[in-house]
């Protein structure tokens, strides 16, 4: 499971270098996205259903930035938990859109048994099936660094919201310390063997495929937003942009 664990300090930043941050910023990734189908994907549901007091804090979190009746939409929402906690909120028109069939079943499930109304539907971050200036508010959590087309989604996350409207993006920073990362799967209270495949996930995987904050400002600004307000905590970044009025 991935968490944008802890308070956001102020963290040093490696400097990877504008080599590096271009290669980011103009390609498309050379591994083919994460294959979270079938039970990959129950694996994870599972294992994030246990952090809910985290989904349902970061929906109390959006839901002071949401207009009343507002259209909101989460990228890459995997099992829908955080959509799902906003639903019960308030009376918002919310979409998830995720690659993963078997991702868009359980979230489909999850919010019929929760008894709230969500569009989850399968499609990709880098070509949205929405029409320009759509939501108020969207979100992207702990899927960013899997997007084979980093530059693409966020561009497509500024074509879909609304002038004014405001993107959330959370995610692993690529810089944590394997110390820091070891504490925070600690802190996720999992059993001994999820424990450790939790761990070895991050370090060998996810670690390689996340951003620094320089990269992430490198790519936020070649995708059209303006200034990003970026918070960075031990383990995670936090990245609210917003799309300037008088821009589509
Ligand atoms: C680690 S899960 C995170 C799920 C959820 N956001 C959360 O916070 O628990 C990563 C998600 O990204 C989705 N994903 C990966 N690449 C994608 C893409 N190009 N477009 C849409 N979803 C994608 C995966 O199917 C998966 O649901």
Redesign the pocket.
Known sequence: ??TSAGAPAAGTIADEGAVIMSAYATAVKPYK??G?EGAV?RW?ATL?KKSLDEFRALAQRAAEWVPAGGRVL??????G??AIELAKLGDYEING????QT?VDIARANAEQAGVRVDFQR????GMPFAEDTFDFLL????FK???EPVR?LEEMHRVLKPGGQALIIDLRRDASRENVAEAVDDMKLGAINSLLTKLTFRFMLLKRAYTKAQFEEMISRAGFGAAAIEQSLTGLEIRLTKNAGTS
């Open positions: 499971m991935e996205g994460m979270m994907a994870y994030t989460e990228v890459a929402p995997g099992p938990y955080f859109l995720d690659i993963s991702f499609g990709n971050a880098s992207c959590r702990a899927a899997n997007f084979t989604a």
